[in-house]
């Protein structure tokens, strides 16, 4: 069940160009978030601005966790790309942060054959989201695909390489890896997922990434979950502001902030 509660910030650092790493105390939420769940942080005390965000959470440690000093900490990896996340590069050690959370449906986890092929696949600050998924993940051999315009937007690399994961990097600039999208390093490495028929796709980027999978992927081979990106108002259902259209005729709309943001990727009418 989401909660609103303040967390106090313990960190707030910029790891390279426009991105920055926030930890904040907060053990209900650090010990109850599921891998593709996202909170609403509230950004100012005043109405500037009025909406909160949502971010998903990098990482979280729970009350219990077998290392002491990380117990209740949430880490949110996030991009300064306009005036909310300007305001929160300001935020400062010790301050008070008010967050509605665990929102939204994560990723769901099949009981995985341990030959499965798990592929993920982020574009952008995307990756981030898969983050906690691949953390999870006990079983079955691991494929990282990671997408930026140039080599500062590649993150989260040296993370997924400790999880014993195979990682392949595209840069569209042909800064570091492939040189393309994140797509495009996708299809060129198709024979190496088709060595196994059992293969998992999870996914997240901007929406025209997605788009562009849905036309790419054959879904018969793939079973395949996106988490969806959305502007939103309240985070928690109530306003309708962040719906997208499905191919159900019976739920023709729903909201990323409810019944997703986790969706698989057959369910969304793409264009
Ligand atoms: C479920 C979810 C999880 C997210 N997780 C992360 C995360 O882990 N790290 C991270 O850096 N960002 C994440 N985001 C995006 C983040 O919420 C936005 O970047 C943030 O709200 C921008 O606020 P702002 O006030 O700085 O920008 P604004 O001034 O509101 O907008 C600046 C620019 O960013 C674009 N923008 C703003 N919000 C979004 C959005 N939700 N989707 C696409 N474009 C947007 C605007 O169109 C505009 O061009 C997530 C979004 C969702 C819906
Ligand atoms: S943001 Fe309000 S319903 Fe989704």
Redesign the pocket.
């Known amino acids: 069940m989401a909660l609103e509660i303040d967390g106090i910030v313990l960190r707030n650092r910029r790891i390279k160009s426009l991105y920055y790493v926030l930890e904040i105390y907060c053990p209900p939420v650090a010990t109850t978030i599921q891998p593709g769940q996202?909170i609403m942080l509230k950004i100012s005390g005043s109405y500037d601005?009025f909406l909160r965000?949502?971010?998903?959470v990098?990482k979280s440690y729970s009350a219990s966790h077998r290392e002491k000093k990380k117990r209740g900490r949430l880490l949110?990896?996030?991009?300064?790309?306009?005036?909310?996340?300007?305001r929160m590069t300001e935020f400062m050690k010790g301050q008070q942060v008010n967050i509605i959370g665990p929102l939204?449906k994560g990723f769901s986890l099949p009981p995985l054959p341990s030959s499965a092929n798990i592929i993920l696949v982020g574009g952008g600050?995307g990756i981030?989201?898969l983050y906690p998924l691949a953390a999870a993940l006990k079983l079955g051999k691991l494929f990282v695909l990671i997408g930026g315009r140039t080599m500062d937007d590649i993150l989260c690399e040296e993370d997924f390489r400790k999880l014993n994961s195979t990682v392949f990097v595209a840069t569209e600039d042909g800064s570091l890896g492939f040189k393309g999208t994140v797509l495009d390093l996708f299809l060129s490495q198709q024979k190496t997922f088709k060595a196994n028929p059992s293969r998992y796709l999870y996914a997240c980027g901007?929406a025209e990434m997605l788009n562009e999978l849905a036309k790419t992927v054959k879904f018969k081979e793939f079973t395949c979950q996106v988490?969806l990106?959305?502007?939103?108002g309240c985070g928690f259902g109530a306003c309708w502001g962040c719906v997208v259209k499905t191919i159900d005729p019976k739920v023709p709309y729903q909201r990323?902030c409810k019944e997703g943001?986790v969706f698989n990727l057959m369910d969304i009418a793409w264009e």
């Open positions: 996202f601005p965000r949502p971010f998903s990098y949110i990896l996030y991009k300064k790309v306009g005036k909310g996340t300007q939204g600050v981030v989201s901007p988490s990106e959305a502007r939103m990323v943001p």
